[in-house]
């Protein structure tokens, strides 16, 4: 069945185009992008961020900074090792307080290009400037399964993030 917000379309990666059991594409180019969001108060805001281009689908992914603080982990700091490697996302609640907690998010699983677990820790700041419970993310060889079709859906078979414990060297 079609929903509503199917026939509105995005050309961003909806945290809803994929499955918890995730999805495997291929970064093909990373450029800066300005986004349009409202803040908490209901405010228009323009805000600079990261977005993606991968190989399979024409759907970009807006990449949030505990994203990039994984893909940074799994690849490297420098935006251009990461073109060519694939990468695993799907979808989880947000476990971190704000307007979105609780509300589905993309997430980063891990990468068939790594080859063995990387536990990392997200560290973020609130509004006031201070930094948050830092919390850790484990990123895991995923094997390649489970591609992107062009709708930017699930078609495979991933992992979750069951039993996270330990933290980045």
Request: glycine share 12%.
């Amino acid at each position: 069945m079609t929903k509503w917000k199917d026939l509105y379309g995005s050309e961003y990666l909806r945290a809803e185009d994929l499955s918890e059991k995730g999805s495997t594409a291929t970064i093909v180019a990373v450029e800066q992008d300005v986004m349009e969001s409202d803040d908490d108060a209901g405010n228009p805001q323009a805000k600079k961020s990261a977005v993606v281009t991968f190989k399979e689908t024409k759907t970009r992914w807006a990449v949030n900074v505990i994203n990039r603080t994984c893909l940074e982990a799994m690849f490297g700091e420098e935006i251009e090792s990461a073109i060519g490697k694939r990468v695993t996302l799907y979808s989880d609640l947000c476990e971190v307080k704000g307007k979105y907690f609780g509300k589905p998010a993309i997430r980063v699983l891990g990468s068939p290009d790594i080859t063995a677990p990387i536990t990392v820790v997200i560290r973020l700041k609130g509004k006031d400037g201070r930094e948050r419970k830092p919390f850790p993310r484990k990123l895991v060889p995923t094997g390649g399964q489970g591609g992107m079709d062009a709708r930017a859906g699930s078609t495979g078979e991933g992992g979750s993030q069951e039993g996270v414990k330990g933290s980045a060297e």
